[in-house]
């Protein structure tokens, strides 16, 4: 059974803090690890992949990635109101046709 | 608007009825996938297609359910025989071809509520 874990929170930060959400992977084959943001009743939107080990940087996200220890993690700069919202970690095990295997995702509420 | 479409956005329904959901994919994208979520929880796969091949179910896919894309362009997911078990947002989304990283991109999902 692929598992993806993540603390359901809520985590709250102050307005201009790092915000910092975390994700755990049990499929050791997992190969492709996806950020979500997902507003209450709305539908998931696409924030960042990654898929070597490290940084990868986009704006005020980055993504990290430690294939070894399992674990994919996702950094807010400069928290705003506006970045509350579910944070929700996805897996593939391989790249190409996949579909998804998502967490429960992690609540975020920043406040002002 | 160039995103994933999905129709209707809310259906009600009373138990033992049938629905059918359409998605829209993004233009070109050949792969499409079916999603369901229910509050609390992340997106739970359902079935996908790549063009108009059908390439994995979900064990969640009872035989009450059926998706198809004709011409691998637009998908309808069909479920028989409503449960109230089945109340769900239903979630619908593409990527593109190649063997890159397959991001998907998501409808705004259809919610249904079975009475």
């Known amino acids: 059974q692929k598992e993806v874990e993540q603390n359901s929170g809520p985590l709250s930060v102050p307005e201009g803090a790092i915000a910092s959400l975390n994700c755990t992977y049990s499929?050791?084959?997992?190969?492709?690890f996806f950020w979500y943001r997902q507003y209450s009743g709305k539908s998931p939107e696409l924030i960042m992949f990654?898929?070597?080990?490290g940084d990868k940087e986009d704006g005020r996200f980055t993504a990290q990635l430690n294939k070894a220890s399992q674990y994919v993690s996702l950094l807010i700069r400069d928290s705003q109101p506006s970045d509350s919202a579910t944070y929700l970690c996805?897996?593939?095990?391989?790249?190409?046709?996949?579909?998804?295997?998502f967490g429960k995702g992690t609540r975020l509420s920043v406040i002002a | 608007d160039t995103g994933v479409s999905q129709d209707p956005r809310h259906k009600i329904t009373k138990r033992g009825q049938n629905v059918t959901f359409r998605c829209d994919p993004i233009s070109e994208h050949n792969r499409l996938y079916w999603y369901r979520q229910t509050l609390g929880q992340g997106p739970e796969f359902l079935t996908y297609?790549?063009?108009?091949?059908?390439?994995?179910k979900s064990r969640l896919l009872s035989d009450r359910f059926s998706a198809e894309r004709p011409k691998g362009s637009f998908s309808t997911l069909e479920i028989q025989r409503t449960e109230q078990g089945d109340s769900a947002m239903y979630l619908c989304?593409?990527?593109?071809?190649?063997?890159?990283?397959?991001?998907?991109?998501f409808g705004p999902g259809t919610r249904l509520t079975v009475l």
């Open positions: 989304a593409s990527s593109p071809r190649g063997g890159g990283p397959n991001e998907q991109f």
């Open positions: 499929d050791r084959g997992s190969q492709s």
């Open positions: 990654i898929y070597s080990n």
């Open positions: 297609f790549q063009n108009e091949a059908q390439l994995e």
């Open positions: 996805a897996v593939t095990p391989f790249s190409g046709n996949t579909p998804l295997v």
